[in-house]
């Protein structure tokens, strides 16, 4: 049997995807996450063997929680699923130890079959993710996001997921102080000056789908 959590913000995607895979006898639905917190909190709970993560969430959000997984339950399988993958994204997922990709506009064969070869120790990446990955070397350096650290580039996704400076402060464990450093100093290497600006440019970039789904 394999025992999967789903980690997503949208309620009704958490049941489309518990609906698609409700009559796979091999796969049982263990859990879900709304958060990036709750999703490594139910690792432990739960220890499934795969997650479903989606990339934005708030808190902390899906890659530093995949990160996490990785780091400290390492058994533990991270499938993304995401509608939208940027090139330093994905490559920044894959070094935190993410298993695959799945497009959101996967059919539910596809994602069956996901799930059963990272469960079974294989990489999955769909087809249009997969042309996506192979040009990385090519462009990865185009985005500006490319230049960001580990930290920066976690605490740039926060904002642009409407989260203050105190909420970041303390969900990362970091002084406001600190992140207002982490703050100033991605926007200069981004050249913008305020979190608006810093929004439309995550928006040109594809780190977030729209305003509307921007919002915790």
Known sequence: MINVLIADDHHLVRTSIAHLLNDETDIRIV???????SAVSKCRQLRPDIVLMDIRMP??????ATRRIHRGMAD???LILTGYLEDNVARRMLEAGAAGFLSKGTNATEMVNAIRDVFHGRRYISQEIAQRLAMLHFHTEDSPFAHLSHRELQIALMIVNCQRVQDISDRLHL??????????????????????ELTHLALRHNLVEGFDQAES
């Open 31 to 37: 859990g879900e996450a709304d958060d990036g917190e």
């Open 175 to 196: 002084s406001p102080k600190t992140v207002n450093t982490y703050r100033y100093r991605l926007f200069e290497k981004l050249q913008v000056a305020t979190d608006v």
């Open 76 to 78: 533990i399988k991270v």
């Open 59 to 64: 808190g902390i959000g899906g890659l530093e």
